[in-house]
Nanobody
Framework: QVRLVESGGGLVQPGGSLTLNCGAF????????MGWYRQAPGKQRELVAT???????TYGDSVKGRFIISRVNAKKTVTLQMNSLTPEDTAVYYC????????????????WGQGTQVTVSS
């Protein structure tokens, strides 16, 4: 079984910063994508940022230039540094592990964390 454990959400004022962390646990052989998606009330889940195991990042248009993603493959962790936050960033943020392969398995699967709330408000 695979678990994605998120931490770091909370309440922050507009213009502030927040860091989200996620770790993947289980008998994991490899993870190609690790990153974050978010879902605001009444909206579809959208890409925030992902990073490949090779270190290539992809950012959603609304966060480019403000958020920074990083990961440590050996620790199976991914971090999202969020800067210049606005109320439009308020959402539940979900950790994502894509094309994950377990030891002894051949197939790739995607996994999601439980989500962590980020609220940007004065």
């Amino acid at each position: 079984q695979v678990r994605l454990v998120e931490s770091g959400g909370g309440l922050v004022q507009p213009g502030g910063s927040l860091t989200l962390n996620c770790g993947a646990f289980g008998e994991i052989f490899s993870i190609y994508y690790m990153g974050w998606y978010r879902q605001a009330p009444g909206k579809q889940r959208e890409l925030v940022a992902t990073m490949t195991s090779g270190g290539t990042p992809t950012y959603g248009d609304s966060v480019k230039g403000r958020f920074i993603i990083s990961r440590v493959n050996a620790k199976k962790t991914v971090t999202l540094q969020m800067n210049s936050l606005t109320p439009e960033d308020t959402a539940v943020y979900y950790c994502y592990a894509g094309r994950l392969v377990l030891f002894g398995a051949r197939e790739e699967n995607d996994y999601w964390g439980q989500g962590t709330q980020v609220t940007v408000s004065s």
